[in-house]
C-alpha cells in the first residue's frame, strides 16, 4: 500500500498543511488529547459567545437566571455531542464531514458538507470578523473597514498554514484570552444588578434561548474530528471527550453569563453592545478586552476557515494543487472579507445574529440523529471500505431522514423573523424546539430506513487499515 497520505501533515507549525483531505498516517500522528480543551476554549473566548447571553436578556425577556438555566441546557448538550464526535477522529485519521459519508453515501453527503462550508467558511466568518473589526476599531480609532482588513489577514494566515499553527495558536489564545476574559467578567458581576424590571421566566423566551445557545455550541460539532485525527490511533477516548466537551462548555458558559449580565445593568444598549459590554469597565480593563474581542474573533475564525475548506473537500471537489486546502481557505477568506464589509457598512450584525444562530441548530440537530444514530448501528465494523472517492458507497436512508427531521421540525416548530412554523404560531407561545424535534425525528427516521434498507457495512472492526488510502477526490491511489 502507498503510504500518499504521508506527505499532508507539516513537519513544524510554520510549515503549511499540503493536500487536502486524506487520512493521516500513524507516522504522522502526534499531540495531547488535552490539547483539545484548548481548541475549543479559545474560539469561543469571543464576543460572538458574550452577545448569545445579551440575546437571552435583551432579546428574549428573560431574566438572569431564567436566562442562565437555558443558556447552560443548551451549552451541555452542544458540549456533550462535540465531546462524543471529537473520540471519532483517531481511528481512522479522517476529518467529521468525510466521516459523514458512512451515514449519508458519498453523494448524499454533498448536502451536509455544502451547508456546513456556506455556515463555517462564510456565516460564521462574516459573524466574527464583523465582531472582531468593530472591537479593533474602537480600541485605536481607525475606520472599520481597515480593522476588519486586519483581522482577516491574520484569520486567513493561520487558516492557510494549517492544522499545526491553528492548534498552536487557540492554546496560547485559550491562556492569554482566558485570563482576560476571567477579569471582565468579574469586573461585568461587580457593576451588574441581575436583576430587570419586568423581566422573568417564559417557556417561549427559554426555548429560544436554550436553542440560540445549543446553536452556538454545536455549531462547531461539524468540526470536531477535524482537529482529533491527528491524535494517535490508541489515544483515550474518555480522555478526548472530556478534553473537547469541557472546553466549549466552560468558555461557552463563562461569557454567556457575562453576556447574560451585562444586559441587566442600566443603559446598556443592545444595538450597540460592544460598546456597552466595555462601558462600566476601568480603561486598562476595557482596552484589553476589546484587544481579546479582536484576538478571539482570530482564534474563531482561524477555526472556521479552516474546518470550511475542509467541508468543501469532503463533498468531493477534485482539485489537483498539492495545498489545496491552504487555497480553497484562502478563497473562503477573500469571498468571506466581502460578506463582512457589507455587515460592517451596514454598521452592525445584530439584527440577523439570532436568526443565524436559530438556523444553524436547524441543520445541524437532524445532522446530529442521523450521524450518532448511523455510528450506533456500525459499532464493531470497519468504515474505511466505504469513505473513499472510488467506492461511490450509497446510502439513501441518510439523506431521506434528515430531511425528514429538517423540513417537518422548520414547517412545525421554526421561530424567525422570516418564518414562523405552524405549531409555533400557536395562542399559547413556544418558542422553538426545532432542534429537538429535529434531532428526534431524524434519529428515529434514520434508524428505521436503514433497517429497511440494509446499506453495506464494512467488515469487522479489527480489518481496518493503517491508512485509509483514496478518500480525497484528487487521490488517484485505490
Same mark, same amino acid.
Given at each position: 500500500?502507498?503510504?500518499?497520505?504521508?506527505?499532508?501533515?507539516?513537519? +513544524?507549525?510554520?510549515?503549511?498543511?499540503?493536500?487536502?483531505?486524506?487520512?493521516?498516517?500513524?507516522?504522522?500522528?502526534?499531540?495531547?488529547?488535552?490539547?483539545?480543551?484548548?481548541?475549543?476554549?479559545?474560539?469561543? %473566548?469571543?464576543?460572538?459567545?458574550?452577545?448569545?447571553?445579551?440575546?437571552?436578556?435583551?432579546?428574549?425577556?428573560?431574566?438572569?437566571?431564567?436566562?442562565?438555566?437555558?443558556?447552560?441546557?443548551?451549552?451541555?448538550?452542544?458540549?456533550?455531542?462535540?465531546?462524543?464526535? /471529537?473520540?471519532?477522529?483517531?481511528?481512522?485519521?479522517?476529518?467529521?464531514?468525510?466521516?459523514?459519508?458512512?451515514?449519508?453515501?458519498?453523494?448524499?453527503?454533498?448536502?451536509?458538507?455544502?451547508?456546513?462550508?456556506?455556515?463555517?467558511?462564510?456565516?460564521?466568518?462574516?459573524?466574527?470578523?464583523?465582531?472582531?473589526?468593530?472591537?479593533?476599531?474602537?480600541?485605536?480609532?481607525?475606520?472599520?473597514?481597515?480593522?476588519?482588513? @486586519?483581522?482577516?489577514?491574520?484569520?486567513?494566515?493561520?487558516?492557510?498554514?494549517?492544522?499545526?499553527?491553528?492548534?498552536?495558536?487557540?492554546?496560547?489564545?485559550?491562556? @492569554?484570552?482566558?485570563?482576560?476574559?476571567?477579569?471582565?467578567?468579574?469586573? @461585568?458581576?461587580?457593576?451588574?444588578?441581575?436583576?430587570?424590571?419586568?423581566?422573568?421566566?417564559? #417557556?417561549?423566551?427559554?426555548?429560544?434561548?436554550?436553542?440560540?445557545?445549543?446553536?452556538?455550541?454545536?455549531?462547531?460539532?461539524?468540526?470536531?474530528?477535524?482537529? /482529533?485525527?491527528?491524535?494517535? +490511533?490508541?489515544?483515550?477516548?474518555?480522555?478526548?471527550?472530556?478534553?473537547?466537551?469541557?472546553?466549549?462548555?466552560?468558555?461557552?458558559?463563562?461569557?454567556?453569563?457575562?453576556?447574560?449580565?451585562?444586559?441587566?445593568?442600566?443603559? #446598556?444598549?443592545?444595538?450597540?453592545?460592544? /460598546?456597552? #459590554?466595555?462601558?462600566?469597565?476601568?480603561?486598562?480593563?476595557?482596552?484589553?478586552?476589546?484587544?481579546?474581542?479582536?484576538?478571539?474573533?482570530?482564534?474563531?475564525?482561524?477555526?472556521?476557515?479552516?474546518?470550511?475548506?475542509?467541508?468543501?473537500?469532503?463533498?468531493?471537489?477534485? @482539485?489537483?494543487?498539492?495545498?489545496?486546502?491552504?487555497?480553497?481557505?484562502?478563497?473562503?477568506?477573500?469571498?468571506?472579507?466581502?460578506?463582512?464589509?457589507?455587515?460592517?457598512?451596514?454598521?452592525?450584525?445584530?439584527?440577523?445574529?439570532?436568526?443565524?444562530?436559530?438556523?444553524?441548530?436547524?441543520?445541524?440537530?437532524?445532522?446530529?440523529?442521523?450521524?450518532?444514530?448511523?455510528? #450506533?448501528?456500525?459499532?464493531?465494523?470497519?468504515?474505511?471500505?466505504?469513505?473513499?472517492?472510488?467506492?461511490?458507497?450509497?446510502?439513501?436512508?441518510?439523506?431521506?431522514?434528515?430531511?425528514?427531521?429538517?423540513?417537518?421540525?422548520?414547517?412545525?416548530? /421554526?421561530?424567525?423573523?422570516?418564518?414562523?412554523?405552524?405549531?409555533?404560531?400557536?395562542?399559547?407561545?413556544?418558542?422553538?424546539?426545532?432542534?429537538?424535534?429535529?434531532?428526534?425525528?431524524?434519529?428515529?427516521?434514520?434508524?428505521?430506513?436503514?433497517?429497511?434498507?440494509?446499506?453495506? %457495512?464494512?467488515?469487522?472492526?479489527?480489518?481496518?487499515?493503517?491508512?485509509?488510502?483514496?478518500?480525497?477526490?484528487?487521490?488517484?491511489?485505490?
Amino acid at each position: 500500500m502507498t503510504d500518499t497520505a504521508a506527505t499532508i501533515a507539516p513537519t +513544524k507549525a510554520t510549515s503549511v498543511e499540503a493536500g487536502g483531505i486524506e487520512a493521516i498516517p500513524p507516522s504522522k500522528r502526534h499531540g495531547s488529547p488535552w490539547q483539545l480543551f484548548a481548541t475549543w476554549t479559545a474560539p469561543n %473566548l469571543e464576543f460572538a459567545t458574550i452577545f448569545v447571553g445579551v440575546i437571552a436578556v435583551a432579546f428574549f425577556g428573560l431574566g438572569f437566571w431564567q436566562a442562565m438555566a437555558a443558556l447552560v441546557l443548551g451549552t451541555a448538550a452542544g458540549a456533550l455531542t462535540q465531546g462524543i464526535l /471529537s473520540t471519532w477522529g483517531p481511528r481512522e485519521g479522517l476529518a467529521q464531514l468525510v466521516l459523514s459519508r458512512t451515514a449519508f453515501g458519498y453523494r448524499g453527503n454533498i448536502l451536509p458538507a455544502a451547508i456546513n462550508t456556506i455556515m463555517a467558511g462564510l456565516g460564521w466568518f462574516a459573524v466574527n470578523s464583523v465582531s472582531g473589526a468593530f472591537a479593533l476599531s474602537t480600541l485605536t480609532g481607525m475606520p472599520t473597514w481597515i480593522a476588519l482588513v @486586519i483581522i482577516v489577514v491574520l484569520e486567513v494566515a493561520v487558516a492557510f498554514i494549517g492544522h499545526d499553527l491553528v492548534q498552536v495558536f487557540e492554546r496560547y489564545a485559550s491562556y @492569554i484570552l482566558g485570563a482576560i476574559f476571567i477579569i471582565a467578567t468579574i469586573t @461585568i458581576f461587580v457593576h451588574a444588578p441581575l436583576t430587570v424590571k419586568g423581566n422573568g421566566f417564559s #417557556f417561549a423566551g427559554f426555548t429560544l434561548a436554550a436553542g440560540a445557545a445549543f446553536g452556538y455550541a454545536a455549531g462547531w460539532n461539524p468540526y470536531a474530528a477535524d482537529y /482529533s485525527r491527528y491524535l494517535k +490511533k490508541a489515544t483515550s477516548k474518555i480522555t478526548i471527550g472530556w478534553a473537547a466537551g469541557l472546553g466549549n462548555l466552560i468558555s461557552c458558559v463563562v461569557l454567556m453569563a457575562a453576556g447574560a449580565a451585562a444586559a441587566t445593568i442600566a443603559g #446598556f444598549n443592545p444595538d450597540d453592545p460592544t /460598546s456597552s #459590554f466595555t462601558a462600566s469597565m476601568p480603561v486598562v480593563i476595557r482596552d484589553l478586552t476589546l484587544i481579546a474581542i479582536a484576538v478571539g474573533a482570530i482564534a474563531a475564525n482561524a477555526l472556521n476557515i479552516y474546518s470550511g475548506a475542509m467541508s468543501f473537500l469532503a463533498a468531493g471537489i477534485k @482539485i489537483r494543487f498539492s495545498l489545496r486546502r491552504a487555497i480553497i481557505a484562502l478563497g473562503f477568506g477573500i469571498i468571506g472579507f466581502f460578506i463582512a464589509l457589507s455587515a460592517v457598512i451596514n454598521a452592525s450584525l445584530s439584527g440577523t445574529y439570532e436568526n443565524f444562530l436559530l438556523v444553524i441548530a436547524y441543520w445541524i440537530s437532524p445532522w446530529l440523529g442521523v450521524v450518532l444514530v448511523d455510528r #450506533f448501528l456500525r459499532r464493531g465494523t470497519e468504515i474505511g471500505t466505504l469513505v473513499t472517492e472510488k467506492a461511490k458507497y450509497r446510502n439513501a436512508a441518510g439523506i431521506l431522514a434528515f430531511l425528514f427531521g429538517l423540513v417537518v421540525s422548520v414547517l412545525l416548530f /421554526s421561530n424567525q423573523t422570516f418564518f414562523t412554523g405552524f405549531l409555533a404560531k400557536a395562542p399559547s407561545p413556544i418558542g422553538d424546539l426545532t432542534a429537538i424535534v429535529g434531532f428526534v425525528l431524524s434519529a428515529v427516521a434514520y434508524y428505521f430506513l436503514f433497517k429497511a434498507f440494509k446499506p453495506a %457495512l464494512g467488515g469487522p472492526l479489527d480489518a481496518t487499515p493503517d491508512v485509509v488510502i483514496g478518500v480525497d477526490a484528487a487521490d488517484d491511489v485505490a
